[in-house]
């Protein structure tokens, strides 16, 4: 159960002991104007209460000792000595008026379990000094009625606080277990300054700020943080929510921060209550990026706005607004795909169609030999046209997890001597044993041409075969004389569509000839990668041996 009295903001409670002191100051001033004035001793000695009462408000405030109860409680006993002392009728008679503000204001403050026991006391207090400076058959009447007035305006103002407590405990509960961030702010030094650039000549704030982010950086660290909520500890991986409260600080949540700074200003500035903008390039306590949609939103209090009651809303987007980025990502990488794919399509495929035309329309001008010479042209270009949808076909099936994969004891050395003669006959293979490894024949043919185009387009010009077996492991190396790849594209030339710049004269590529021959050799229990040796490129395919081996004389 909540037994503690709600406390009120500190500036409330400091106003109050400042309203006091001075009331108290002024009573204590009229004590000695009207004593010297009537010639009554008795007034001035009077002016020693409220004296004290305005000593000691003054020396909370310097103290910043802020218990408005404590200072409202030496105030009623102060008066009731006083009325004991001088025994002035009237001055007795008026005294009622402030012990009965004093009394039900104090209820106020008294924590809910003290509640009864606190006006009890009070009201009888008020009872027994009244009834011993009133005489005759009145006296109880008039003893009654002033410490009725206490308990009656007690229980009133008791249960206005009942009523206080639950709409702040409601209120509070809403704004801890809100599902979105919510942060209480205090825009108040803000507004003042953006008063004073006003004043100062600044019709537009909002270049103004654009333009020195150093100002924006200044006003924001008059805004103060006085609350937060359980969503924000944890949007921003705060290790303590006592963190959050008090100025911002630009070197740790707010950094990227300050163009929903400058959208919050603006709206002040534009006497605007609500404010809508979003946070890019913030980071949180533990340096994991974060973006956020801002709903800024101060009240409005007879006319003006309460900048000091600001209540600001985060969103977090930021997995929305990576997967918006992923998406426009995928988008290019569509477009130029299909705009690779129609290039590389229509170049072989325009080969063909003009081929083919012309050797319809010779009507026998071209001699046997030079058809012979243009048909196989023809085969060449339609062969790189099979070669480049098989390439899709494998992609699109192993992404789709219906690869198929008919391993079977393959000669590594036979099927790669195979390949690099019918691709260049120039290119050596080097070998002292051709292992035999388990694997789908047809796709380690398609890896080492792969790796051959690639090695003609990309790399260096001597290209050589190297074939052995480790272990349990058969190994064939593509390489080449080409210069290293940098730390980022070693990994990259393995992602789709990927292509390096390729030499002169020799046509490009769709970029999958690498995805698809590392896909194929892990599917076939193996692997492939990329490495440089200083002199050397080196792309190494890797597959597990059969359990025979061949040896080249």
Not at 192 to 219: C, F, H, M, Q, W
Not at 283 to 295: Q, Y
Not at 344 to 368: F, M
Not at 463 to 478: D, H, K, N, P, Y
Request: aromatic fraction near 6%; charge should be negative.
């Amino acid at each position: 159960m909540q037994t503690a009295a709600p406390r009120l903001p500190t500036n409330i409670e400091k106003s109050l002991i400042g309203l006091v002191a001075l009331l108290s100051g002024m009573a204590a001033v009229a004590y000695v104007v009207i004593g010297w004035l009537t010639g009554e001793p008795a007034l001035i000695v009077g002016a020693v209460g409220p004296g004290f009462v305005s000593i000691v408000g003054i020396a909370f405030l310097r103290l910043a000792y802020e218990r408005i109860l404590t200072l409202l409680i030496i105030t009623s006993v102060v008066i009731l000595i006083e009325d004991r002392l001088l025994g002035i009728e009237d001055i007795a008679h008026a005294a009622i008026v402030p012990l009965t503000i004093i009394g039900i204001t104090g209820a106020f403050f008294v924590s809910r379990r003290f509640v009864v026991p606190y006006v009890g006391v009070f009201a009888v207090g008020v009872f027994f000094s009244r009834l011993s400076l009133f005489e005759g058959e009145t006296q109880y009447l008039q003893a009654t009625i002033a410490a009725g007035s206490v308990v009656f305006g007690a229980v009133l103002l008791s249960w206005i606080r009942r009523e206080f407590e639950r709409r702040e405990e409601r209120h509070h509960s809403l704004f801890q277990h809100a599902p979105v961030s919510l942060w209480s702010e205090d825009f108040s030094g803000v507004g003042v300054e953006l008063k004073a650039l006003a004043d100062g000549g600044i019709t537009d704030i909002e270049e103004y700020l654009t333009s020195n982010p150093e100002e924006v950086r200044r006003l924001a660290a008059l805004v103060q943080i006085t609350d937060v909520n359980e969503a924000t500890v944890l949007l921003t991986e705060a290790p303590d929510r006592d963190l959050l409260l008090g100025s911002f600080s630009m070197d740790t949540f707010s950094r990227g921060a300050l163009e929903s700074f400058i959208a919050q200003f603006v709206g002040i500035a534009n006497d605007a209550e609500k404010v809508t903008t979003e946070l890019k390039g913030g980071l949180t306590f533990t340096g994991h990026p974060i973006e956020a949609l801002i709903v800024w939103s101060a009240p409005r209090v007879g006319g003006v706005l309460d900048l000091s009651n600001v209540t600001v809303a985060m969103v977090d987007v930021t997995r929305q607004r990576q997967a918006e980025r992923r998406l426009q990502d995928l988008i290019r990488s569509k477009d130029q795909f299909v705009a690779t794919i129609s290039h590389e399509l229509r170049t072989p495929l325009t080969a063909v169609v003009g081929i083919a035309e012309e050797l319809r329309d010779s009507n026998g001008s071209i001699d046997n030999e030079e058809r012979q010479e243009l048909l196989g042209l023809v085969a060449d270009q339609g062969l790189e046209v099979s070669r480049i949808v098989e390439d899709l076909l494998i992609v699109a099936r192993s992404d789709a997890g219906n690869l198929i994969i008919n391993n079977q004891p393959v000669d590594l050395g036979a099927e790669a001597i195979k390949v690099a003669q019918a691709i260049d006959p120039s290119i050596t293979v080097e070998m002292n044993d051709s292992p035999v490894v388990v694997a789908d024949p047809q796709r380690v043919r398609q890896i080492i041409r792969n790796l051959i185009t690639n090695a003609q387009r990309y790399g260096g010009p001597a290209i050589c075969i190297v074939i052995g077996a480790e272990g349990t492991r058969g190994f064939l190396e593509v390489r080449d004389n080409g210069e290293a790849l940098s730390p980022s594209g070693r990994s990259e030339i393995f992602e789709p569509y990927t292509r390096a710049e390729q030499r002169t004269g020799v046509t490009a590529s769709v970029g999958l000839g690498l995805t698809v021959s590392r896909r194929l050799a892990r599917h076939m229990g193996g692997d492939l990668v990329y490495a440089h040796d200083g002199g050397e490129t080196i792309f190494l395919l890797t597959l597990a041996t059969s359990d025979r081996t061949l040896t080249v004389s």
